[in-house]
């Protein structure tokens, strides 16, 4: 064999080598993929399992559960309080009887005839509104002292630093001195 049928021979090696390596990242991110997949179907699985438990045996859940029930519970009700505010800051009302949307202002449901709750529906307009400022209100200062806290912990930091530059500059002057 010549020195040329080495060399060939050599690249075409390295060619298979690189097209066995392409083809493994290939294999290993589809496989991946599909192991990413089935986890959230599992995932999707257990959360319909879990969701029929609870509507069918929560009494006889284990006492264990039974704190994880409330808050879910409570997680419920505070979504139910936030769709209510959506729709008054939409200005709509729902019909109690048919669930259709209407507008705030209605007197009669469009879709069934109900009588809608007119006069209560804007007292509780006035009133949600004011719940939904109180509580920006309250989120917005909750970021502001955060933030303050997080500058406060900066700051600290300079001073750290202040602290070490000034040792390090005590040291470089007394070898200095000392020379
Ligand atoms: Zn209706």
Redesign the pocket.
Known sequence: MGIWDDLSKTITNAANVTAQKTKDIADLSKLSLSLNSKESSLTDLYTEIGKALVEDFSEQAPAELAEKLQQAEAIKQEMSDIRKKILVLKNIAV?P????ENELAAKF?I????KLAEPVAQAVLVDEEENVFEVVEDKIEEIIEKAEEKLDAVFDKDDVVEDAVEAVQEEVLEEKTEE
């Not at 009887?97 to 259709?100: F, K, V």
């Open positions: 019909c009887e048919c669930a259709t449901c879709n069934c005839g109900t």
